[in-house]
């Protein structure tokens, strides 16, 4: 049985839903049903995050401890994380004192820097084992190419991410065309790079034959303008009078929406956005302006048998389209409100026909075996 030392930067609140939080869970559940023994350290900053902890854990049986660091917010953020090791004085006797030295594997899980860095410690003070990071966003990732910053940013984000690839044994990006970029920054580092897929959150089947939930269409994720462009969609449904739209998450839409948009801006938990699911006729996911990144909700509601449309900013993406291809799961359109018109009416027509296999390459346990074996 393997032993893992898990770092990550928040533990998932059941409160909140974000891919960051579910790809989280998802890896933890891997490893639990991959019967690995397993010590966690979360850097957290709020007491409600750490309530009832060992709810969180009731999936898995294999849980030694949980330690809780208090690390709260840098003040400089990647300026300030590249000398990090300063930064640190107050907890690195009581990570030391805490954890048991012996692991197999120790794996960094996070968007941030701040799990990266603790492991950095550990791994000069005290872990002698293979280290691997996985990421769900990498540092340099492109996503906002009106920044005026661009330059100055990646800049300094490339030698942070540098630093920080340097004592991995191994390097995870989700999804190949991610791994595929990091691979061209990084040429020094591409013996150590490869991809996994995100997994599935749950198995489960909605009556998506009903008359009364097929000309629903639901959004559950962020729509912030400097990452993904809704407003196509918002547009579409102008057209589209017969459809319902239900649009959940935070963002800004910069245009009056046709009265059959319904519009929530915040985020709901994730039993709460199931239920939601569960009534939806398509499932749509916006692809981000970055040519190399995917929204994890992609994969966590993969395992369902609701359409999914993909509304991609780059269409010409060959190596997106191809690698999402290959799951045989998804309907793509550019985004333009014309060929989102076009590609709903069409999986609505198609309805009949849908049969959607859950891919068991896609479940958390099969990502973990790969990963850590």
């Known amino acids: 049985m393997k032993k893992i030392l898990f770092v990550s930067y928040i533990y998932p609140s059941r409160k909140a839903f974000s891919s960051i939080q579910l790809l989280t869970l998802g890896i933890l559940q891997g490893i639990s049903e991959n019967g690995c023994q397993l010590d966690i350290i979360a850097l957290i900053d709020k007491e409600e995050d750490v309530i009832d902890v060992e709810k969180k854990f009731?999936?898995?049986?294999?849980?030694?401890?949980?330690?809780?660091v208090?690390?709260?917010?840098?003040?400089?953020?990647?300026?300030?994380n590249i000398f990090i090791d300063a930064y640190f004085p107050k907890y690195n006797e009581q990570l030391l004192n805490c954890i048991n030295q012996k692991y197999d594997i120790m794996i960094s899980f996070s968007s941030l820097t701040a799990s990266i860095n603790v492991c950095n410690i550990l791994q000069n003070k005290a872990i002698n084992c293979p280290y691997y990071q996985i990421y769900s966003d990498p540092l340099i990732i492109d996503s906002n190419p009106n920044s005026?910053?661009?330059g100055i940013k990646i800049n300094i984000r490339k030698i942070l991410a540098k630093k920080m690839m340097t004592k991995a044994d191994k390097i995870f990006f989700l999804g190949q065309p991610m791994s595929e970029y990091q691979k061209s920054l990084f040429p020094d580092m591409a013996t150590k790079i490869s991809y996994y897929d995100g997994c599935y959150s749950n198995i489960y089947k909605t009556d998506f034959y009903n008359s009364t939930n097929v000309t629903k269409l639901g959004y559950y994720g962020s729509y912030d303008p400097k990452v993904r462009n809704i407003i196509p969609l918002i547009n579409a449904m102008k057209e589209l009078k017969e459809y319902k739209l239900e649009v959940i998450g935070n963002g800004e839409i910069n245009t009056i929406p046709p009265d059959n948009v319904s519009i929530v801006n915040k985020r709901l938990t994730r039993q709460s956005i199931i239920n939601k699911e569960l009534n939806c006729g398509i499932y749509i996911c916006l692809m981000n302006y970055s040519p190399y990144s995917i929204p994890g909700k992609l994969f966590y509601i993969s395992a369902t048998n609701i359409p999914i449309l993909v509304i991609f900013e780059n269409y010409n993406n060959t190596s997106m389209k191809k690698y999402l291809e290959k799951f045989h799961r998804y309907y793509f359109c550019e985004n333009?409100?014309?060929e989102i018109i076009k590609s709903i009416r069409q999986i609505s027509q198609n309805r009949m026909y849908n049969n959607y296999i859950t891919k068991m390459s896609l479940s958390p346990k099969q990502i973990v075996k790969e990963i850590i074996q």
């Open 336 to 338: 333009n409100t014309e």
């Open 58 to 68: 009731e999936f898995n049986k294999n849980i030694i401890k949980y330690i809780v």
């Open 70 to 80: 208090n690390y709260g917010q840098p003040l400089f953020g990647d300026i300030q």
């Open 148 to 150: 005026k910053f661009k």
